[in-house]
């Protein structure tokens, strides 16, 4: 049975000698836990919120009493959200539900006959800052997540937004915790993400993805090294693409000289060396421009919309940037969180039991894959 679903992946990659890429959904699941725990009021804001959410979840007496309130308020009858330990978004969710539920919750407890403290309309300004905080973390795990293409290559660019807002919003925090909150996720952020730009994988993947190219980086030097890089790797392609050619007999007045030279110069191999290095030189010089004027043809042609797919781009070009093309199937098929894998890994662990264990591979394999392409179609659909 799997239970540990990063562990299955990292073995995974391990057993097919692939370098493994952190997923970003759960480094920003650490960062935002991280800087949560330590802030200690808004960690004690969470604690109370947990216990108001725990008494209307647990007493049905609370429950209707909170119903009651919604309907008087002409609001509709939701229930609230509980946090759970290892999902940071979880905690947003519950906090939000609150915040959005803050009067019928308020009247509910004034009616309940509990130990359970409200919220201050104070505590509730420090959620109201700190959601504002959280909220472009919640939108990248969220878009990440769902990501059915190509992901990857917005690694680098989504590292940049979430900086630039997180900045935006903290210089817009009027209470001194949320504040705090915000430089905690600004150096949990740096810390984990930071070196994405160095990371030559996702440097070169959001190079090739048509959305992004060179603007996506924020280093100007990183830029300038993956545009190096792609280019040397685009022209070692067209280089290993390329036949060595048949070298070419001389003609005019001294053919039979120049004929004699070169067999004495093959039979003795004097020159051997030389003329091969010559050679090698004149073709790596070739394909480096060759490659260079392709790069440069791709980066000024004009960028994809964000909302489109980058597949679909580079099926259409594959004739325009036959080499680039070959190098962005290569780098953009990386996937920047592994929440798809892990759910195969959970689906797998239910099917996959003690009680089960007699299935056949192929059996298995339908039940996880099959039944999951069909829904897939049917969301589409």
Same mark, same amino acid.
């Given at each position: ?9 990292? @073995?995974?990659?391990?057993? /097919? ?6 997923? =970003? ?33 647990? !007493? ?34 519950? /906090? ?9 919750? +308020?009247?509910?407890?004034?009616? #309940? ?23 472009? =973390?919640? @939108?990248?795990?969220?878009? $990440? !997540? ?6 990857? !290559?917005?690694?680098?660019? @989504? ?21 705090? #909150?915000?430089?905690? /996720? ?11 730009? !160095? ?7 959001? /190079? @090739? ?6 603007? +996506?980086? +924020? ?32 003609? +005019? ?50 960028? $994809? ?15 325009? =940037?036959?080499? $680039? ?41 339908? #039940? ?14």
């Amino acid at each position: 049975m799997v239970t540990d679903n990063a562990s299955n992946m990292i @073995l995974s990659a391990q057993l /097919l000698n692939l370098r493994h890429v952190p997923c =970003f959904a759960h480094n920003l699941n650490l960062i935002v836990k991280k800087a949560l725990d330590q802030t200690p009021l808004i960690n004690e804001i969470r604690q109370k919120a947990r216990k108001i959410v725990g008494l209307f979840r647990s !007493s049905c007496k609370a429950k209707d009493k909170l119903v009651e309130m919604q309907g008087l308020m002409g609001r509709p009858a939701l229930k609230l959200m509980q946090e759970v330990d290892t999902r940071w978004n979880s905690t947003y969710d519950m /906090l939000q539900c609150l915040y959005e539920q803050r009067e019928p919750v +308020g009247a509910a407890l004034s009616n #309940l006959n509990s130990d359970t403290a409200p919220l201050t309309s104070f505590e509730y300004n420090i959620i109201q800052e700190s959601l504002s905080l959280l909220q472009p =973390f919640k @939108l990248a795990t969220t878009e $990440l !997540s769902e990501e059915q293409r190509v992901s990857a !290559s917005k690694l680098i660019p @989504l590292y940049r937004m979430l900086q630039h807002k997180l900045s935006q919003k903290k210089g817009q925090s009027a209470q001194e915790s949320t504040a705090q #909150l915000g430089t905690h /996720l600004q150096e949990g952020l740096h810390s984990r993400c930071g070196g994405y730009e !160095s990371f030559r994988a996702l440097a070169l993947a959001t /190079l @090739l993805d048509p959305r992004f190219k060179n603007v +996506g980086f +924020g280093n100007p030097a990183k830029t300038q090294e993956a545009e190096k890089q792609i280019t040397l790797e685009c022209a070692s392609l067209m280089r290993s693409n390329t036949a060595t050619p048949e070298p070419q007999s001389t003609s +005019g007045p001294s053919s039979s000289s120049s004929t004699t030279t070169s067999t004495t110069e093959t039979q003795d191999s004097l020159w051997e060396l030389f003329d091969s290095r010559i050679h090698e030189t004149q073709a790596i010089h070739s394909a480096t421009a060759d490659a260079t004027v392709e790069v440069k043809k791709y980066l000024k042609d004009a960028f $994809l919309p964000r909302t489109h797919d980058p597949l679909s781009y580079w099926k259409e070009r594959a004739v325009i =940037f036959p080499h $680039l093309y070959v190098l962005a199937k290569k780098y953009l098929c990386m996937p920047a969180t592994s929440v798809p894998c892990e759910r195969i890994f959970s689906k797998a662990g239910e099917i996959i039991s003690k009680k089960r264990s007699r299935l056949s591979p192929s059996t298995a394999e339908q #039940l996880i894959f099959l039944n999951k392409n069909r829904k897939k179609k049917k969301k589409t659909n």
